[in-house]
């Protein structure tokens, strides 16, 4: 009976594993695979950070919450035009100390923005359908999209975090010519991840962090003790607009802050599919997964596929995600990690 | 002896009514409760008696009537300020959190007398660092009391039945509530889980003063531990008194009649 479940799984995760070493045994170079493969790892930890924020909001209040990418890029739109206006308004230096003092008001912004979903939209639609919610979120990108575009403009606008876009050669000794890693993408990386850890140690340690826990579990039962749910839903908001926050200052001073950020950030869409909706591993996993299925997907199989049927060629990283989710579903819908639905009896 | 302690009123329940749809949960219910007793509230399936509880500490929200507790008249009470004013609960279909362990899930009956901010946690401050270990140690205290130190990092949805009505009991316990509210504490134990369960109830009852009200079904039970007794049946009350006088009322007799607990 398990097996017989599981066989698609297996079966997908084989066909996984083996595209995974295709290169390698068909004769690309080891340095330049793992540069691909790293390269894709840095990518994915900023999936897992957006997914990270989408998981808590699902798990905390059930909403799935199809605003993520609209966050991203209002927080990085905030983050970018203040950074701008700051020295002008109030003649602080442009740079770094316009920068952080931007930061910290865009992130002010995302918690304000908490508060005002978790009262108008999140508070009369509680008891109502979870399509009803998932409309309201569907509103609520929309008013994001076109309310960041009022109020901070719809060019493209740069954050610059003073770091330098040449690339840096390491492990020179072990391969011939080393392998080169984006030094942006290595910062962002290790922000993301940082973030991911402290957020992780915030749920296990503190307080707080276990009343989010108990509404998790249990919502009916932690609002029967006490714990004050449309508290716990703002803070979850606001830590999802922060994770959006930092998403949204990474991807933009690596791409410009642009509309495409949204569609960017609502790969983790396709992450929380993979890694199952409620599970926080799940987020982390499923975006490291993507990360470098997209990246080696590209790099790998585009080019031959080009070659074979005269294609245009490219895009691949634009759909590969959405395509191994939609596997994912069909196989395994509650995810790599995601419990599967029980109902009380 | 506990005779000696009972003191005023400081729960009052007046003329509650409460139904859902056409269902008539309870009529013009009243009650007292008085400080440091026990008091119990028995009476058939679907007489009323959880829904009376949930009235009580916000979970419902009565159609009619008022709550006195402390003093303080409540028509509508929400559950967070029911438990931050001092009214802890259990519950007759368990209410854990069933991925969490036993010292997690009682801690966050700890987390209402927590009050350093959100920030502080955050950045784990000293003082919010302070306080999760002060509190800590008051729930390691009740975990002792209790006698499950053996299981403190389980998830509770692994415990066995009996001990998982332990935890409730010492998630509401970890607030230090002032009356407890317990839903058929024993429930579904064996005779063994019962005289732990009924010890505890009395201890927490002598040792920390705590006023009780509890739903039993076990005549026994109700009858040894309770000072007074209400009796509740089709949403309307029927009996009210010691134990005595109760099981001697014949309006409570007929009741019972024909229905075996
Ligand atoms: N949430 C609810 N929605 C609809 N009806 C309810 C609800 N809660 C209770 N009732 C109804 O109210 C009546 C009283 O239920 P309640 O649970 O209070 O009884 P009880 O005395 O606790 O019974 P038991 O001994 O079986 O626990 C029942 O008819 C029940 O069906
Ligand atoms: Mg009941």
Redesign the pocket.
């Known amino acids: 009976m398990a097996a017989k479940k599981n066989g698609p799984v297996i079966a997908l995760g084989a066909v996984l594993a083996a595209g995974l070493a295709a290169p390698l045994v068909t004769g690309s170079p080891l340095g330049f695979y793992l540069e691909v493969l790293i390269g894709g790892l840095m990518a994915g930890v900023l999936y897992s950070l957006v997914a990270l924020g989408f998981v808590l909001i699902f798990k905390a209040s059930g909403v799935f919450n199809f605003a993520q990418g609209a966050m991203v890029l209002f927080a990085a739109l905030a983050l970018a035009r203040l950074a701008e206006w700051l020295p002008a308004w109030i003649g602080i230096p442009a740079g770094f100390p316009a920068l952080t003092l931007a930061f910290v008001l865009a992130a002010g912004i995302m918690v304000g923005l908490a508060w005002v979903i978790e009262r108008i939209v999140l508070r009369p639609l509680v008891a109502q359908d979870p399509v009803a919610l998932l409309m309201a979120t569907l509103g609520v990108t929309f008013f994001l999209d076109g309310f960041g575009q009022t109020i901070w403009g719809s060019d493209i606008y740069k954050i610059d975090l003073g770091i330098s876009k040449d690339p840096t050669m390491i492990l020179e000794s072990m391969f011939q010519g080393g392998i080169l890693v984006s030094k942006e993408d290595l910062i962002a990386a290790v922000i993301a991840a940082g973030l991911v850890i402290l957020l992780a140690l915030f749920f296990q340690k503190t307080a707080t962090g276990r009343a989010l826990r108990a509404v998790a579990d249990d919502h009916q039962a932690a609002q029967s003790i006490g714990i004050p749910l449309n508290r716990i839903w703002v803070i979850v908001w606001a830590v999802a607009g922060f994770v959006a926050l930092v998403a949204g200052m990474v991807w933009g001073a690596k791409l410009g802050v642009q509309f495409s950020l949204a569609q960017l950030a609502l790969k983790a869409l396709p992450v929380v599919i993979l890694g199952g909706f409620t599970s926080i591993p799940g987020a982390i996993i499923g975006g490291l997964i993507i990360g470098v299925g997209e990246k080696m997907a590209e790099v790998f199989l585009g080019p031959p596929l080009v070659k074979m049927w005269d294609l245009a060629g490219g895009g691949i990283e634009n759909w590969f995600a959405y395509v191994l989710a939609l596997l994912f579903l069909m196989v395994r819908p509650e995810g790599l990690f995601g419990e599967k639905h029980i109902d009380r009896v | 002896m506990r005779q000696r302690k009972i003191g005023e009123v400081i729960l009052d329940v007046r003329n509650i009514s409460l139904s ?1 749809g056409g ?1 008539k ?1 309870l009529q013009g219910i009243s009650f007292d409760v008085r400080e440091h007793e026990v008091r119990a509230i028995i ?10 509880l949930n009235c009580i500490n916000g979970v419902y929200h009565p159609q009619e009537g008022e709550i006195v507790f402390r003093g303080e008249v409540r028509r509508d009470m929400d559950t967070h300020h029911a438990a931050e004013s001092g009214i802890g609960r259990t519950f ?1 279909n368990l209410a854990l959190f069933k991925g969490m362990s036993v010292l997690d899930n009682i801690m966050t009956g700890r987390n209402l007398r927590m009050k350093t901010g959100i920030l502080a946690q955050a950045l784990h401050l000293g003082p919010a660092r302070a306080e999760e270990l002060r509190e800590r140690e008051f729930v390691e205290h009740v975990i002792d009391f209790l006698e499950i130190q053996a299981y403190r990092k389980t998830p509770v949805g692994r415990l066995p039945y009996g001990l998982q009505k332990r935890v409730d009991l010492g998630r509401a316990l970890a607030a230090q509530p002032q009356v407890l509210l317990l839903d ?1 504490p024993m429930a579904g134990m064996n005779l063994e889980e019962k005289q732990d369960m009924c010890r505890f109830v009395l201890d927490i009852n002598d040792e920390f003063g705590t006023t009780i009200v509890l ?1 039993e ?1 076990d005549m026994g039970v109700v009858m040894d531990i309770s000072d007074r007794v209400v009796v ?1 049946d089709y ?1 309307k009350k029927i009996g009210d008194g010691t134990p005595d006088e109760v099981r001697n009322d014949p309006e409570v007799i007929k009741a019972y009649l024909g229905v075996s607990h």
């Not at chain 2, 009476?43 to 009376?52: E, V």
């Open positions: 859902f269902v949960a009476g058939p399936n679907g007489a009323g008696k959880s829904s009376m007759q058929e739903i079904h509740l949403g």
